[in-house]
Structure formats: structure tokens, C-alpha cells
């Protein structure tokens, strides 16, 4: 279906109202910049022409596009229809639909946006709008319809009058176009407004004078219509996308007992029967087998693997570490940089102390070994298989399989059983 469609990724804005040194559209959302949750659309919907417009500076942005994204520079930031322009130059010999989408616009489904498509081909229009109804519309493009209630136009929200401003139809931002219709209305985009901006939403009204088609599909899930403009959109965001993620979660078989202070990133994965605690952060990267438990409490960081029946427990915080099968760190931990066997016990109270000042260090924990309470593990170090170390140990060299050692430094209370 897709050959016919071309997206146009609208990225170049700057974080003015961010207040922020970092491009808007790099700003995380549960881990991941919020540019991602657009690319992931563009992928899901299989579209194989995609164009990003950046503004200059954002060499990281760029990066994180990857191959198979074409890439123009909008210098100046003279508006979304300026932006639009920048990009068709690369679309000379394209005919059909192109679907804008906003990349600071980062909640919509990819069903929502295939429908969109769908209605809009379907019914052969020269702009389809995604509109959504909500009760606080302030920011937002208002649709405007005529007495036979067609849409003649978008008034932008500091351009519109106290009635415009009443209307609670809204423009999300999305709308497709048919790629000759669209460059035929660009040429009659002025900057003829408050903000002095080419608005691509100005088309719409240049569509209806003209005597074009212009239709709009309605979102029923206004939390989808979310554009983040400032820190406080992107808290919302962030908690809708967290519900999101978590359903999917129990969804697929995972216990979270409090998803309102559960925290897991996307890209996390866990596998089924495995049960969240409360107050538990769980970064993208990380992998968790079936029936671990994790938390409450408890920190996993980014290169973090717990294997089956693992268990981090409360008060824990573990990164870049794999603990294996049946491993239980269950109280006050900081586990880092280290790789952990199967059915090793970690003590209350243990820490891998992986930072010499100027590089992180391994550990190597090996099967069975048992960690006493209170142990510090000075990287680099490898303690044996079935391995034991005292209560309050402090280990600098490595321990032997099976070797049990105690002490500040730690020394080998009985060796070799
Ligand atoms: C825009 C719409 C508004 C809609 C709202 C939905 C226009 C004129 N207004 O307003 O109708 O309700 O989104 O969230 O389009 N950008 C560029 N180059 C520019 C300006 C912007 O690439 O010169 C990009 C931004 O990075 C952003 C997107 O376009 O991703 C939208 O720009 P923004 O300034 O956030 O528009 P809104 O004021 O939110
Ligand atoms: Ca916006």
C-alpha cells in the first residue's frame, strides 16, 4: 500500500518554549527521545520515503535518524509550511499521498495514523486533517468550518479570535495531502500573521478557496492529539507513555502491583510470571527472564540482564551487570559492571565498588558463591565457584572456588574444601 505515501518529519523547531539547550525533539520519553516514537510510525506503517527536516545544529539529531532517512536543513525557522517547502524539492517526481507529521507529536497509534491514510485516499482528498475534541484547547490550531459544517480553514491559537479561541475541534498537527495539491497551496502560504511563521496550517483555508477537498478523521483518544511544546507537556507524555508501556506489560503476562510508581523504559523486556514491585525503575536496555522478582525499590540500569527466577529485591540498584538463574540479591545492594553465575546469594548490604577514579572494573562472581552481608567487592576481582566471603569483608584479590575469606583486607579463613 505504501509505495504511494511519502512522510514528511517536521523535527527543525528549537526548545524555546522548553527552555532547554537540547533540541525539542531529543527530550526523552521514558528513556527514548521522543523522535524515536515518530521513526517507530514511519517503520510500523512500512513508509520507504521519509524526509526529516532539522534545523541546523542538530548533528545528534541527525544521528539518531539513522540510514534510510533522508534529511533536509531548515537554516531558519520560518515555519511548518517553510519546512514543508524545504523538503518537496526531494519528493520532484513523487505523486501521492504525503502525511506530515510533527515530531514533537510523539503519543499517536500507528492505527490512528493508517486510518487517517486510509480515509484520505479512500475519498480522493487534497488534505485530510487529524482533528481531535478536547476540553482545554489552548495551543492548540482551531478548525474552522463553514455553515454546511466543511472545514475552511485552521486558526492558530494567537492568531484567533475569542470566538476561534472557543472552538474545542482541534488540529493535531497530522494531516495528509495529495502531494500536487499540497505544492500548489505552498506557493500561497504569506507570513502574514502574529508569530510572522509560514503556517502549513494555512493551507487548509488556500485549499477551500480554491475550491478543494478537505476532510478530517477524529481521534477518539485525545491524549493521542498531546504535543509537547513545554516541560510540562513532556511530564504528561512521559505518564501516558508509562501507562502504555506497563499495560502492555501485564498485558503479556508480567505482575506490576503498582503501575503508578513503576517505572520501566522503553525497549525494557520481562518475561512472563515475573512480578514488579512498587517504587521500581527499570531502564530501556534492560532484560528480565520469566518469574524474577524485582523490587521495591529497586534501580536497573541500563545493561542490566536478570536471568530466570531471578530476584532483585528491596533498596537495589544494578547496572551493567547479568545476574543468572536463581541468583537473589534481595537488600541494599549496588551491583556494577559485574557478572554474576547461577544461584549465587548476595548479602544485605554488598557493593561492587567498580570505580578506581579513572575506569569502572569487572567482577566476576562465579555459580554458587555466597556473598556475606556487608561485603565490598574491589573491581577488578573474581570470587570462585561456592566461594564464601565473611560478613563485612573486604575483597581485594581474587577468591578460588570453593575458598571462604573474611577480614578488611580479606583473607582466606579455610582454604580449599
Ligand atoms: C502546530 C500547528 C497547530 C497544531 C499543533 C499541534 C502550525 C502552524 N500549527 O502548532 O495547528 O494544533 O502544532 O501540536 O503548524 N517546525 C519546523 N520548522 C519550523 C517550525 C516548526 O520543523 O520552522 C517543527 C517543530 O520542530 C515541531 C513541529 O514543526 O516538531 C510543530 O511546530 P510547533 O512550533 O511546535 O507548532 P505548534 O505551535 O505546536
Ligand atoms: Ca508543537
Redesign the pocket.
Known amino acids: 500500500m505504501n509505495k504511494k505515501i511519502a512522510v514528511i518529519i517536521?523535527?527543525?523547531?528549537k526548545s524555546t518554549r522548553m527552555k532547554s539547550d537540547i533540541p525539542?525533539?531529543l527530550h526523552p520519553i521514558c528513556g527514548r527521545p521522543m523522535l524515536g516514537y515518530v521513526l517507530d510510525l514511519v517503520k510500523d506503517l512500512k513508509i520507504k520515503k521519509a524526509i526529516a527536516?532539522?534545523?541546523h545544529q542538530q548533528e545528534e539529531a541527525r544521528k539518531f535518524l539513522g540510514p534510510g532517512i533522508k534529511v533536509v536543513i531548515?537554516k531558519r525557522?520560518?515555519?511548518?509550511?517553510?519546512?514543508v517547502k524545504k523538503a518537496l524539492p526531494l519528493l520532484r517526481n513523487f505523486k501521492g499521498t504525503v502525511l506530515v507529521l510533527?515530531?514533537?507529536?510523539p503519543l499517536l497509534k500507528k492505527e490512528t495514523i493508517s486510518k487517517l491514510l486510509k480515509y484520505h485516499t479512500e475519498n480522493n482528498l487534497d488534505a485530510t486533517l487529524l482533528v481531535a475534541k478536547i476540553d482545554d484547547p489552548s495551543?492548540?490550531?482551531r478548525v474552522l468550518r463553514d455553515k454546511y459544517s466543511s472545514i475552511c480553514g485552521?486558526a492558530?491559537?494567537k492568531d484567533a479570535d475569542d470566538f476561534e479561541k472557543g472552538i474545542k475541534e482541534?488540529?493535531?498537527?497530522i494531516i495528509c495531502f495529495n502531494k500536487d495539491s499540497l505544492a500548489a497551496a505552498l506557493k500561497y502560504v504569506t507570513p502574514d500573521n502574529r508569530k510572522k511563521?509560514y503556517?502549513?496550517?494555512?493551507i487548509i483555508g488556500i485549499l477551500y478557496k480554491r475550491g478543494g477537498l478537505v476532510d478530517a478523521l477524529r481521534i477518539p483518544d485525545v491524549n493521542e492529539?498531546l504535543?509537547i511544546?513545554s516541560r510540562a507537556d513532556l511530564a504528561r507524555a512521559n505518564a501516558i507513555m508509562q501507562q502504555r508501556i506497563n499495560e502492555e506489560f501485564m498485558r503479556n503476562g508480567i505482575t506490576i502491583v503498582d503501575p503508578g510508581s513503576t517505572f520501566i523504559g522503553y525497549g525494557a523486556r520481562i518475561g512472563r510470571d515475573s512480578t514488579i514491585y512498587p517504587f521500581t525503575v527499570i531502564e530501556g536496555g534492560v532484560r528480565i527472564g520469566r518469574r524474577c522478582r524485582v523490587g521495591p525499590f529497586a534501580h536497573l540500569r541500563e545493561g542490566t540482564e536478570l536471568k530466570d527466577d531471578a530476584l532483585a529485591g528491596n533498596f537495589i540498584e544494578i547496572a551493567r551487570s547479568k545476574l543468572g538463574v536463581k541468583t537473589l540479591v534481595k537488600h541494599f545492594c549496588y551491583l556494577g559492571d559485574s557478572r554474576i553465575g547461577n544461584l549465587v546469594n548476595i548479602g544485605a548490604g554488598s557493593v561492587t565498588a567498580n570505580f578506581d577514579g579513572r575506569k569502572k572494573n569487572t567482577t566476576v562472581i562465579k555459580d554458587r558463591a555466597s556473598i556475606g552481608s556487608d561485603t565490598v567487592l574491589v573491581a577488578p576481582v573474581r570470587i570462585g565457584k561456592g566461594a564464601v566471603t565473611g560478613a563485612g569483608s573486604v575483597v581485594l584479590k581474587n577468591v578460588s572456588d570453593k575458598a571462604t575469606v573474611a577480614g578488611v583486607p580479606a583473607r582466606i579463613l579455610k582454604p580449599k574444601r
Open positions: 517536521l523535527a527543525a523547531g525539542k525533539v527536516v532539522l534545523g531548515q525557522l520560518l515555519g511548518t509550511a517553510d519546512a510533527y515530531a514533537d507529536n495551543g492548540y490550531g485552521i492558530e491559537e482541534i488540529n493535531t498537527g511563521e503556517y502549513l496550517t494555512d492529539a504535543g511544546n
